[in-house]
């Protein structure tokens, strides 16, 4: 069992087979977290109602076979996220980076799951969202609201033993930009 377990590493590692992985999408309501989904799933956008209840998918993206839940934004559906969140393979925590009022909010609940024992190595890739607004912040100004000045862990694949890989994108997933970057830095973690 343990020779097959490390064959089948090996082969992910030089990528000829896929990966697998539970994938959890989190973040304020609004933020795009089901459109980056369907997005994902679909390869375009597909239009949708607020999400109401998790949303469970299964789909392959690039080299990735990814299990999915899109777990919902507004206040309600928060509690849920822990319940869901000790079988992620991997976060993505999605941030509106135009809704500048909403940034202490996101910090709280992204500084929850950065804080949450159960998952400590787990990787969390930062999307901020809509940067093809008008004003939108910045990734500087976006690190620095959400208190990630100095805990990313950088664009490289590298990360040090032990440490849980942590980094900020920016994009606009209604114009196709940014997160395709993050989601390969992801892909290089789990």
């Known amino acids: ?111 929850k799951i950065l804080t949450d024992e159960r998952i400590k190595t787990i990787p969390i890739l930062v999307l901020g969202n809509k940067i093809d607004l008008p004003g939108a912040a910045s990734e500087a100004e976006l690190r620095s609201a959400l208190g990630l000045s100095l805990s990313t862990t950088g664009k490289g694949s590298a990360v040090a033993h032990g440490a849980r890989p942590l980094e900020i994108f920016m994009c606009t997933i209604t114009r196709g930009r940014g997160f395709r970057e993050g989601i390969q830095w992801l892909s290089q973690h789990f």
């Open 1 to 111: 069992m343990f020779i097959w377990k490390w064959i089948k590493n090996l082969l992910k590692s030089w990528g000829l087979i896929n990966k697998s992985g539970n994938l959890l999408f989190v973040g304020l309501d609004g933020a795009g977290k089901t459109t980056l989904l369907h997005c994902l799933k679909f390869g375009k956008i597909v239009p949708q109602d607020p999400t109401q209840m998790p949303i469970q998918e299964e789909f392959t993206y690039e080299k990735l076979n990814i299990h999915a839940y899109d777990m919902g934004g507004h206040v309600a559906a928060r509690p849920l996220w822990g319940e869901y969140i000790t079988t992620a393979n991997a976060i993505i925590f999605l941030v509106d980076s135009y809704d500048r009022d909403r940034f202490p909010e996101a910090r709280a609940e992204l500084e």
